[in-house]
């Protein structure tokens, strides 16, 4: 069975930094795009940013561009998401997704496989 674990959530105050991790494990992580997304209460899951499996270009929305950076490693079947500048809104749950498209993926629907999430909070 497929398994993302993420990991690296915390209270953070507004300016600071994060980066969450996701291990993924009994998957083909090289074959796979890695998306991270994130949901606040009372709001849909929205997409944060992806990485392809193919060639490591990366997508990003437009709220986090310029702030966040997603990244992987491959031999460690681990995807990374180094966010800066944190703000406020920046305050969610943030899960990991593997998909099988072979351009990475804005919607959560075409992701496979999904994390249990790690809590991010930004503190004013």
């Known amino acids: 069975q497929v398994q993302l674990v993420e990991s690296g959530g915390r209270l953070v105050q507004a300016g600071g930094s994060l980066r969450l991790s996701c291990a993924a494990s009994?998957?083909?992580?090289?074959?796979?795009?890695m998306g991270w997304f994130r949901q606040a209460p009372g709001k849909e899951r929205e997409f944060v940013a992806a990485?392809?499996?193919?060639?490591?270009?990366?997508k990003y929305a437009d709220s986090v561009k310029g702030r966040f950076t997603i990244s992987r490693d491959n031999a460690k079947n681990t995807v990374y998401l180094q966010m800066n500048g944190l703000k406020p809104e920046d305050t969610a749950v943030y899960y990991c997704?593997?998909?099988?498209?072979?351009?990475?993926?804005?919607?959560?629907?075409?992701?496979?496989?999904w994390g249990q999430g790690t809590q991010v909070t930004v503190s004013s």
């Open positions: 997704a593997a998909g099988s498209t072979l351009i990475p993926g804005t919607r959560v629907g075409e992701y496979n496989y």
């Open positions: 009994r998957l083909t992580f090289s074959a796979y795009s």
């Open positions: 990485i392809s499996w193919r060639d490591g270009s990366t």
